[in-house]
C-alpha cells in the first residue's frame, strides 16, 4: 500500500490539480469526478457515486467537487471567520487575536507574550506553537512563514479539489495558546452538525504526543460517531457543565448549513472557538465503520 501511496502523489495526484486549475471555479466536471475516483478507491475501497451520493464519505468529496457557495471561502478563512462568528454569537467566544498582517517581517515580536501560536489563515496545517518567544528562531520562522504564503493549498495540496481554500487570501495569525491545566495541548471538541443540529460529537485528546478519542451521541451520551482508528481514550472525562451554552454556541454557528463540523476548546468551562470545517478529514480519511457511513450520510439532507 505504501508503494501505491506513493505512486499517486507521483503521479496521480499533479494530474488532478492541473486539472482542477483548469476549471478554476466551475464545479467538477464528469472527467474531474472519474480522475478523483480511483484515488476514493484507493482510500474508501469501493468506487464512488459523486453525483447522487450517499454515504457521508462521498457527500465529502461531493462538496468539495461541486459546492462553490462563497460562505465556504469565508468560514475555512481563518481570519474572516472571526468576524462571522462575531455576527452569530459574539466576539466573546474567540480566541484573543494578539496580531495579523501579510508580511513576516513584520511581526512585532517584542509586543507579543511569552507564549502564542502563528496561523496562517488559508489551508490546515500552518501552525506554529511558541512556548517560550525566546528559543524561537525567527530567520526559520521567516522562511516557513513565506512557503507557506506562497501556496495556495485549494489548489496545491492533495487532489486540488478543496475549493472553500481557493480564494482565500493568506495573511499570518498570531493569537493566545489555549492551555489547559498543564497540558500543552486542550482537549479538540468537534460537533458533527446536521442542518442546523448536532448529530455526533467527537473528541480528540494529547493530539500532539498520545493522541485518544471519544465519541458521543448529541446528548452526549457514549458510543456514537465515527470509528477514527485511533486509541479510545482511558483517562477521567467529565461533561462540561455548561452543555446548554455549548449546544447555543454550536447550533448558532452551524445553523446556515445541512453539514457542517464545530470545533471548539473548553477550558474551564469558557467556550472558545477553534473552526468551522466543510470538509472533515478532507480526501485523506476512511470514515468507519462502513454503517456509520451511512447513517452520517443519511442524516445529511
Known amino acids: 500500500m505504501g508503494l501505491i501511496s506513493t505512486l499517486f502523489k507521483i503521479l496521480h495526484w499533479p494530474i488532478c490539480r492541473a486539472y482542477s486549475r483548469h476549471l478554476g471555479d466551475r464545479p467538477a466536471d464528469a472527467f474531474l469526478r472519474f480522475l478523483c475516483s480511483f484515488y476514493f478507491l484507493s482510500v ?8 447522487n451520493p450517499r454515504r457521508f464519505s462521498e457527500k465529502i468529496w461531493s462538496r468539495q467537487l461541486h459546492n462553490r457557495d462563497p460562505r465556504l471561502t469565508t468560514i475555512s478563512d481563518k481570519l474572516l471567520v472571526r468576524d462571522y462568528v462575531t455576527s452569530k454569537i459574539g466576539e466573546n467566544y474567540l480566541i484573543p487575536l494578539l496580531w495579523s498582517g501579510k508580511n513576516p517581517e ?3 515580536y517584542d509586543e507579543l507574550p511569552n507564549k502564542f501560536v502563528i496561523k496562517t489563515n488559508h489551508g490546515c496545517g500552518y501552525n506554529i506553537i511558541v512556548r517560550d518567544k525566546s528559543k524561537l528562531n525567527k530567520a526559520v520562522t521567516k522562511r516557513i512563514l513565506k512557503k507557506w504564503l506562497g501556496e495556495n493549498f485549494g489548489q496545491d495540496k492533495y487532489l486540488g479539489i478543496a475549493w472553500g481554500y481557493k480564494n482565500i487570501r493568506p495573511n499570518i495569525i498570531i493569537e493566545t495558546l489555549l492551555e489547559e491545566r498543564g ?3 486542550p482537549i479538540d471538541y468537534k460537533f458533527w ?8 460529537i467527537s ?12 465519541s458521543f451521541d448529541q446528548e452526549f451520551k457514549p458510543g456514537s460517531g465515527l470509528d477514527f482508528g485511533l486509541p ?3 483517562g477521567e472525562f467529565k461533561v462540561p457543565s455548561n452543555y446548554e451554552e455549548i449546544v447555543f454556541v454550536v447550533e448558532s454557528l452551524a445553523a446556515d448549513f445541512n453539514f457542517i463540523r464545530v470545533d471548539l476548546y473548553i477550558i474551564e468551562n469558557r467556550i472558545f472557538f477553534s473552526e468551522l470545517t466543510p470538509y472533515p478529514g478532507g480526501v485523506s480519511t ?5 454503517q456509520q457511513d451511512y447513517l452520517f450520510g ?4
Open 298 to 301: 443519511e442524516k445529511w439532507k
Open 183 to 185: 497540558k500543552e495541548v
Open 203 to 214: 473528541l480528540h485528546f494529547d493530539r500532539n504526543k498520545n493522541h485518544s478519542t471519544l
Open 232 to 234: 479510545l481514550y482511558g
Open 193 to 200: 452538525c446536521f442542518s442546523g443540529q448536532i448529530g455526533f
Open 286 to 290: 476512511k470514515f468507519q465503520p462502513l
Open 44 to 51: 474508501l475501497h469501493f468506487w464512488p457515486n459523486f453525483v
Open 106 to 108: 513584520d511581526i512585532p
